[in-house]
């Protein structure tokens, strides 16, 4: 049984600095099945969304379904964490912010489920 991960998984950054709110720049997940957003708030307060697309162009808010959890809305106070993970079939996602209090804080994408083994 092979337990090494690292090989498995791409990161991406989304945010390194000031949380602001807004929407990030798209993501493709081109070669992955999944991509678990991870934020690590620092001083911020707010909540994020996952929004989803065919093109990376036009983008809706993805459906519960297409989440893990159900719900697609993941709220965050300062000094902590907040994670949600996007299961569904569309190439492209983005990252809705909606702040309380704006802050430094970093957040990342995993993408994971890599159709093709070792990811470099």
Do not use: C, H, W
């Amino acid at each position: 049984m092979n337990r090494e991960q690292i090989s498995n998984y791409k990161f991406v950054n989304d945010i390194v600095g000031e949380i602001s709110g807004g929407v990030n720049y798209p993501i493709d997940l081109q070669g992955f099945d999944s991509a678990m957003v991870v934020l690590l708030s620092g001083s911020a307060i707010g909540s994020f969304e996952i929004l989803e697309s065919d093109d990376g162009t036009t983008f809706n808010v993805a459906d519960g379904s297409d989440v893990s959890g159900g719900v697609n809305n993941f709220e965050f106070v300062a000094d902590g964490q907040a994670k949600g993970a996007y299961l569904g079939p569309k190439r492209y996602i983005q990252i809705k912010y909606t702040m309380t209090t704006t802050g430094i804080g970093a957040s990342f994408v995993a993408l994971g489920n890599a159709q093709v083994k070792p990811v470099y």
